[in-house]
């Protein structure tokens, strides 16, 4: 859309309000919101904001920032506010006072790795799967770990009691343009998954942003309460983001070899090569909690294995049966609590390492590594993902790769939050520690 084409748009369909969005460093959407007397400067980049109070951001001294909207991300919300005005959003990279790219702003670090790919003849296209829970809220409205169903992997009404909502959010996702391919019940209680179509890198992140927000907004209005958080329950599956991803070329996908073994070319299992060699450090920003590592533990169908396969899910990377453009990588580990413009620059990065050193995925392993012995791993050289949210930040830190791929600023501001959350999660003293200890000893 032109600059003139969304204000025609925005006084015909009554929108008084803009939000300018944009992501924190540890993916929370943040927004300014201005009134239609404010449209054109916003469209034209000239929105400023207090940077210092954004987390990873920038110092007091320093705290002067712009938003600059990208025009495409233009969408009007489905719902109205008093009085029938409507409210529009757009999608902003976030620039210096001068004009300059911030090297914090995580969307241009994302740009910057897509740009890395266009340079090397690839276009990134990535379909992600982003599961949650729906709790229900007591009287005053504070969530409960009670969820609204006893359903299971496609159960359906009456078991499913989330059907309604889950079919809401659907509709309010197709009026903001997203073109949703399956919505349905998950393994836990209270679990759902709605899968979206595949896309561009930068616009599947901006999908994944929408996407939490929407569901938030809708469970809301439901009387339920959605979370992302990777594992709110003790002893069921956790909620994971599985991203499938591919190159194309010349609108060719390069992932596909007719006549190669597998039927995946020398570039697709560099890639997964990639990913595989850097899924120690990947796995810090791919899965940011410290409740992350509580998913990812044997038993609830979680990758911890660093193998790919064709066929079964055991490993960290799967290959789906389909070929020809259909071809992809399916990579396993991913939570939704991430911050989707890093998780995607990043995981692009590690591919693309993957591709320029010629790395090679190895045999695939068919068999289920849930069952396997630990000598018949050792055989295999399946290692395992880091167990703590520590020990991926240890990772990562040594890794010059995703260093290079984030920016030291970035780099620097992620990896002192999220020490800090260690730090803290440490320090505290748990129920079960309590439950454990406090009589025995």
Same mark, same amino acid.
């Given at each position: ?80 506010? *008093? ?193 595989? !060699? ?13 409740? *992350? ?62 591709? !320029? ?85």
């Amino acid at each position: 859309m032109t600059r003139d084409e969304i204000l025609r748009l925005s006084d015909a369909e009554n929108v008084r309000f803009l939000r300018l969005q944009f992501t924190d460093l540890l993916g929370v959407i943040k927004n300014v919101e201005v009134p239609r007397s404010q449209f054109e400067k916003a469209l034209d980049g000239q929105i400023m904001f207090d940077g210092s109070s954004i987390q990873g951001f920038t110092r007091i001294e320093e705290s002067d920032m712009l938003l600059v909207p990208d025009w495409e991300t233009f969408r009007i919300n489905p719902w109205t506010s *008093s009085g029938g005005t409507r409210v529009a959003r757009m999608i902003c990279d976030v620039h210096l006072p001068d004009g300059a790219a911030f090297p914090g702003c995580p969307r241009l670090a994302l740009k910057r790795q897509v740009d890395r790919a266009a340079a090397l003849g690839y276009t990134m296209v990535a379909g992600p799967e982003a599961e949650f829970f729906l709790f229900q809220k007591d009287e005053e409205g504070k969530s409960l770990l009670d969820t609204h169903d006893v359903g299971g992997y496609f159960d359906l009404t009456p078991v499913d009691g989330g059907e309604e909502c889950r079919r809401d959010i659907v509709i309010v996702l197709e009026s903001m343009g997203f073109e949703v391919e399956a919505a349905h019940h998950e393994v836990a209680p209270g679990q759902h998954e709605i899968d979206f179509k595949y896309s561009e890198a930068v616009a599947c992140a901006d999908n994944v942003a929408t996407f939490r927000f929407v569901v938030k907004k809708v469970a809301l209005e439901h009387g339920l309460h959605a979370t992302f958080m990777p594992k709110p329950i003790f002893g069921v599956n956790g909620s994971g983001m599985h991203v499938h991803m591919s190159l194309l070329s010349g609108g060719e996908n390069t992932f596909f070899d007719e006549k190669a073994k597998w039927q995946l070319s020398k570039t697709a299992l560099s890639y997964m090569g990639g990913v595989l !060699e850097h899924a120690n450090a990947l796995v810090a920003i791919t899965n940011p909690l410290v409740n *992350s590592y509580k998913r990812l533990v044997p038993g609830f169908e979680a990758p911890t294995n660093i193998a790919w396969s064709e066929k079964n899910r055991s490993p960290l990377v799967r290959v789906p049966a389909r070929r020809g453009m259909s071809t992809r990588c399916e990579v396993r580990m991913p939570d939704p609590s991430c911050n989707p413009y890093l998780a995607l620059a990043c995981m692009l990065a590690a591919g693309l390492d993957g591709i !320029e050193r010629e790395l090679d995925a190895g045999e695939p392993v068919n068999k289920n590594i849930f069952t396997m012995s630990e000598r018949e791993k050792r055989r295999l050289k399946i290692s395992q993902l880091p167990a703590d949210l520590s020990s991926a930040l240890d990772k990562l830190e040594r890794s010059k790769v995703l260093k290079e791929a984030l920016g030291d600023h970035i780099f620097d501001h992620y990896l002192a939050a999220k020490r800090q959350e260690w730090a803290d999660y440490i320090s505290h003293v748990h129920p079960w520690e309590q439950d454990r200890y406090l009589h025995e000893y």
